[in-house]
């Protein structure tokens, strides 16, 4: 692990001008660009987790006999309508800013 070397501070880095603060505009702005992200990163996370769905009701779908009738039909069906719901999410997500 690598670490940045160390300094000492002088009078003259103290005299230096701090950074202006933002203003509430800019973190108005901010605060959007990151909720945006963050909404972003959610909606990834459920396409995973409907993918992960979606390979679980396939198995079920597909596993014979150990597996009762209505549940591997409803299984067979749910394969479907996650794929799609799967396509539409990502169609929203592509026309997002």
């Known amino acids: 692990m690598s670490r940045a070397p160390l300094h ?3 009078d003259e880095d103290l005299k230096a001008a701090p950074p202006k ?9 901010r605060l959007q660009a ?19 769905a979606q390979h679980m009701a396939a198995e079920i779908a597909e596993g014979g006999d150990a597996y009762p009738v209505g549940a591997r039909d ?8 996650i794929d799609s719901r799967v396509q539409t999410l990502e169609a929203v997500m592509a026309r997002a800013p």
Do not use: G, S
């Open 21 to 29: 603060p933002e203003t509430v505009a800019q973190r108005v702005r």
């Open 8 to 10: 000492v501070v002088t």
């Open 34 to 52: 990151e909720a945006r992200q963050l909404a972003k990163d959610h909606i990834k996370a459920l396409v995973a987790q409907l993918v992960a």
């Open 74 to 81: 409803l299984a067979r069906r749910l394969v479907e309508d």
